[in-house]
């Protein structure tokens, strides 16, 4: 069975930073396109940053483009999110999600496996 768990949420002020971790249990990881996602209150959730399980390509949302970073380490079954220059409307939870095939990955309904998420909020 494959969990993921988040970590690294909390509360900044704007313009503040913080880094989300997500670890994965499961022997496959180093195979799977890992994604963040988000959700804020009365919205849907939203596509942030993917990164595939080989390759040098990461995929971004617009809105967050130049300001986050997603990488991983499979020694550690981890991958991060790194944000930078947060914005109040960046308040969100957000999840981390793995995709064993990989073909879409900014699509939430391609992916198989998602943690419980973790709160971020960016106080003005």
């Known amino acids: 069975q494959v969990q993921l768990v988040e970590s690294g949420g909390g509360t900044v002020q704007t313009g503040g930073s913080l880094r989300l971790s997500c670890v994965v249990s499961?022997?496959?990881?180093?195979?799977?396109?890992m994604g963040w996602f988000r959700q804020a209150p009365g919205k849907e959730r939203e596509f942030v940053a993917a990164?595939?399980?080989?390759?040098?390509?990461?995929y971004y949302a617009d809105s967050v483009k130049g300001r986050f970073t997603i990488s991983r380490d499979n020694a550690k079954n981890t991958v991060y999110l790194q944000m930078i220059s947060l914005k109040p409307e960046d308040t969100a939870v957000y999840y981390c999600?793995?995709?064993?095939?990989?073909?879409?990955?900014?699509?939430?309904?391609?992916?198989?496996?998602w943690g419980q998420g973790t709160q971020v909020t960016v106080s003005s």
């Open positions: 999600a793995a995709d064993v095939l990989g073909s879409k990955p900014f699509s939430q309904y391609e992916y198989d496996y």
């Open positions: 499961g022997r496959a990881f180093s195979t799977y396109t």
């Open positions: 990164i595939p399980w080989i390759g040098s390509n990461t």
